[in-house]
């Protein structure tokens, strides 16, 4: 988007220079002009707020895992208010409980606007200024695109308002206090959209858009280091202090202790059902991804997915409980 | 037991011998059918997940025709058939209350034997719902939600009534 403004300038010096080589002609006019004004249009939206749209941002929802730790179905069941939040997330540093972000105005994200939801999705900050727990994944977040972004905030404006207070983190200091999330993000957050890898194909590039960014597989399946930082150089792993305490597997193509050994429609298959390749189901926070979610995507961005997942690089990495356990 | 008796008994060496005997025959006696139980418990709890296997493998077989879009759409109709059959085992293979050693079987399922009963039910049923899909010539679309609601039979049970992975003896 912001390369468009950028670009213009040279057409237009491009065009400037035929002319002092060519005669002025109709048609160099008219190329002249249309030109000018693809440039005006271009500046023009460049400054515009993004229109969102309520179907595509469905597309982003399920991207996301249907924004399940939104909901307690852990605790509420199937039937639980969607997305009224107060599910415990149990951590290595306490619990935290997930927030309402229905469009309620007093309990929810109603009064939020596009440009706050963008900045508390990318940036990891509350429009009172406010750092997020990390808890919420913004480390991922960050690499979605604004379009996406107001599309997804479109989309969740049609839910259901739900009237629910927020219930404070169960954690000890220091990893209670705001303020020391702004030296956890100098640690472990780099704030930037995702960039493309033209030497790839497009659907790895879709693929690798969607694992890293709006559908944040690394956040539950790579360890994390003591501060709670993501350990990149065990990206997708596996964890032992996975979402819930829950085991998160390694799905790094391993074949021994990873996923090596699935076939590209294993991978789609079970992102559309939840079964594995031997026939078994899978549990806890994953399920409820995969059936609010994932399973309600395109082909294309399940192909795209399950492709780039083929590809990540083997890490041989037995997760198991801890043995304190 | 009484004093006299006892000093009576032990004066003569054979019959030390004796009662040393029938100590050691009581003992072998108190120690067999413990022996005994504990290689049933063995052998059942390999039972138990050779069943459950046996249904995943079934489950497997039905995913593989669909996924990789194999033109044996008709074998589901016995694929499903067999899940059924195998769900009328489990109440008997599970009926002896072992949930230590490994397994990952919680004790709720004895706590709550009824409900168990009521899950295995609601998967025999959709199996066997599915299979007649198949048979009268469902068409994909029926086949998928037969496959689901079979499916969530599955999780259901598995979230009330199976250990978590993080709990599971396959992690420790």
Known sequence: MWGLPQGIPQTQKGILQKQIVDPMTNTSLFVVGLFACLAWAGLLSANEPLLGDTERGRRVFDQSGGCSCHTNYSKEGRNAPVLAGGRALSTPFGIYYSTNITPDLETGIGRMSDAEFITAMQEGIAPDGQNYF???????????????????????????????????????????????????????????????????????????????????????????????????????????????????????????????????????WFLETGFKPDGDDTQGLMSEMIEHGYAKLPQADLEAIATYLKSVPPIDHRVQAHSSE | MHPTIRTERVQTPSKRLQARLGMLVLTLLLALPSTGLAQDAEGTLKYRQDLMSAIGSDMAAISDILKFQLPLQANIETHASNIASNAGLMNSAFKAPISDGPTDAKPEIWQDWAHFEKDIAKMKAAAEKLSQTVAQGGDGAAIGAGLKTLGRTCGGCHKEFRKPKKESYKNK
């Open chain 1, 134 to 268: 990390p808890i919420f994944p913004y480390t991922s977040f960050t690499g979605m695109s604004d379009q996406d972004l107001v599309d997804l905030r479109a989309y969740l404006s049609t839910l259901p308002p739900v009237k629910r207070v927020n219930k404070p983190a169960d954690v000890m200091p220091p990893f209670s206090w705001r303020w020391g999330v702004s030296l956890w993000k100098w640690l472990n957050f780099k704030a930037g959209r995702w960039q493309p890898d033209p030497s790839r194909s497009e659907i790895w590039n879709r693929g690798d858009y969607l694992v890293n960014s709006p559908s944040h597989c690394g956040e539950c399946h790579t360890p994390r280091d003591w501060t709670g930082g993501l350990d990149r150089s065990m990206w997708l792993a596996g964890s032992s202090d996975g979402p819930e305490g829950e085991l998160a597997p390694n799905i790094t193509s391993d074949s021994k202790t990873g996923i090596g050994s699935w076939h590209l429609r294993d991978l789609i």
